[in-house]
């Protein structure tokens, strides 16, 4: 995908995670692209943002972890609760959405269990 600016509604993905999910802007927000609210760099906050990715295949998280204890090596998934604490990165900083980098299809986060979450599409289609 080429670098394009991310909307409400796009698709959403966690290298850990078993599902894509929803990407969701909660500001009502008078920048938009067609019909859709354009994101920044702050709307990365868990379960209002960014949703859960189904079930956790990170190690580094201590539920999965725990979960698999003494598991010869076949990691067992456990519900996905994403952890993330900061702003997206890789945001357009020449373009400002509600005084904040506009999010971008090339932007990324990371959960605090490791997991890299990038944009599988800009939710513009």
């Known amino acids: 995908m080429s670098e394009s600016y991310v909307v409400d509604g796009a698709q959403i993905q966690c290298n850990y995670g078993s599902h894509t999910g929803r990407f969701s802007i909660s500001a009502n927000r ?3 692209i067609g019909d859709k609210m354009q994101g920044n ?14 079930m956790c295949r990170s190690m580094h998280n201590p539920i999965v972890s725990s979960a698999n204890k003494g598991n010869s090596g076949k990691i067992i998934p456990q519900p996905c609760k994403p952890s993330v604490s900061m702003p997206w990165l890789n945001g357009k900083k020449d373009v400002y959405v509600d005084q904040s ?3 971008m299809s090339c932007s990324t986060n990371l959960c605090m269990w490791c997991g890299k979450i990038s944009f599988a599409t800009d939710g513009q289609d």
């Open 41 to 54: 760099i702050q709307d990365f906050h868990p379960q209002t943002h960014i949703p859960s990715f189904g």
């Open 30 to 32: 008078g920048i938009r």
């Open 101 to 103: 980098p506009a999010l």
